[in-house]
């Protein structure tokens, strides 16, 4: 017997579903809502169907199909997606009067790559370009065909801010992107660049690997 408003049982009952992750009653005399987080395995309108079926047959509870919401989401491509993400690991930069040069060190999958990048030390609106060369420098290596290039880089204010604009060309056989990546400068002016530029990337960086798992490392696709 199943206490009005107490819907952990029912709760229970949903998550023992193949493909749910997680579910939530809402209702207090009665249930208004189910919403439901799912692998993409199954479709939502076959989970929905399951879940009215369960219901019914376990519960005796009639339960219109457009109560139930249903959200799909990928735990192993969540997992992809963060483990070959690029962190900002280290940077540094010194300078003289002719030359500036930026290292920058960036982490993806247990992995470090490091990339340098030198220029005139005449112009300090180049620093900048640097700065993303050196952090796309670091991606570049071992990437087969694909190729990030540093289109131009942007420190701007706005009101009280101070906002780091990164613009990235990925170069891909029979194809051209324009990445556009942001942060807010909080301390370190160049380290906001490079994490611009990484915002840029990031999102695109998984589709040019090919997945090994944790232990594979970073194998990158040399198609």
């Known amino acids: 017997m199943i206490k009005v408003g107490d819907w952990k049982t029912i709760e229970e009952a949903i998550r023992s579903i193949e493909g749910v992750i997680n579910v939530k009653v809402v209702g207090d005399e009665e249930i208004k809502e189910i919403h439901v987080l799912s692998k993409p395995s199954k479709s939502p309108k076959l989970l929905a169907r399951d879940i009215e079926t369960l ?6 509870l009639d339960i ?21 993400r ?7 930069w010194k300078k003289n009067p002719q030359t500036f040069q930026v290292e920058v060190e960036i982490k993806i999958a247990d992995k470090l790559y490091q990339g340098i990048a ?4 005449s112009n300090p609106r180049n620093y900048y370009s640097l700065v993303a060369q050196a952090t796309l420098e670091c991606l570049n290596q071992g990437m087969g065909n694909i190729m990030f290039v540093p289109r131009g880089v942007l420190v ?3 009101g009280d801010l101070e906002v780091a604009l990164a613009f990235v060309d990925c170069d891909i056989p029979r194809r051209e992107e324009i990445l556009v990546g942001a942060t807010i400068v909080k301390e370190d002016v160049y380290q906001a660049v490079a994490r611009a530029t990484l915002d840029a990337v990031n999102r695109k960086l ?3 690997v090919d997945w090994e798992g944790e232990e594979g490392g970073l194998p990158l696709n040399n198609k």
Request: charged share 25%.
């Open 55 to 60: 219901l019914q047959a376990r519960f005796s």
């Open 118 to 121: 030198t220029g005139s030390a």
């Open 86 to 92: 690029p962190v900002l690991w280290g940077l540094s």
């Open 156 to 158: 701007q204010h706005l």
């Open 64 to 84: 219109d199909h457009k109560k139930i919401s249903i959200v799909a989401f990928d735990l192993e491509e969540e997992k992809k997606e963060s483990w070959l």
């Open 206 to 208: 998984i589709f040019y």
